[in-house]
């Protein structure tokens, strides 16, 4: 038996934003009040219980609904795998509203505009790879003849952030085409690529000007 499985999702924890309007919009598509998840956090955070449970509990031959597609996934990556597990597991993803109304994927037509989706989601990826290459070779060219590492510049900053964000990327390859140590590059940058408030700090226009 089909059932249809609702997420919905507000940035804040604090009260601020309520989940009524997606939630009124999900039960007028057919959703059953019982069947809806949803989470109180940013869309960025990979901690969301709520999604964590709502794709446990959907089964095959399922359709998971959303309001907006940016209510589910933290970017479009993002959004390219969870859909493409979906699909493996015969869960169809239906959007509402928003730019991604047009996606359903029980129906041809929703498939089609979701390959284009993951199409431009690996466009997106070939050219962060293409930068950070780019820039690494521009950081050897202006030549690291040893000895002591140099510091973390903005530039070798934003060339970090980009490579962190590659799933392939090795922290010891890329501190040594940086010319920084590993602990250096964890001072201003986290594992996924995000600010540390060294980073912030460096980056900031009132430092840049000094």
Not at 15 to 43: F, N, P, T
Not at 83 to 107: F, M, P, W
């Amino acid at each position: 038996m089909t059932t249809m499985i609702g997420y919905a999702r507000v940035s804040k924890a604090d009260g601020s934003q309520l989940h009524d309007l997606q939630r009124d919009a999900l039960i007028k598509a057919g959703v059953l009040s019982d069947h809806i998840y949803e989470d109180a956090a940013s869309g960025r955070r990979d901690d969301r219980p709520g999604l964590a449970a709502c794709l446990k509990a959907l089964r095959a031959g399922d359709t998971l609904m959303v309001w907006k597609l940016d209510r589910l996934g933290r970017d479009l990556r993002h959004l390219v795998n969870l859909v493409g597990d979906l699909t493996k597991r015969n869960v169809g993803l239906k959007v509402l509203a928003g730019e991604g109304a047009s996606i359903d994927t029980t129906t041809a037509n929703g498939r089609l505009v979701f390959a284009i989706f993951a199409g431009l989601a690996e466009f997106e990826r070939e050219l962060i790879s293409e930068r950070t290459k780019a820039g690494l070779a521009s950081a050897r060219a202006r030549g690291r003849h040893g000895g002591r590492p140099f510091k973390m510049t903005p530039a070798k900053l934003r060339l970090a952030r980009a490579a962190m964000g590659q799933p392939d990327t090795k922290v010891a390859d890329l501190c040594a085409e940086l010319g920084i140590t590993r602990q250096t590059l964890y001072r201003f940058v986290g594992p996924k690529g995000e600010l540390r408030s060294d980073g912030e700090k460096l980056l900031s226009p009132r430092r840049r000007e000094t």
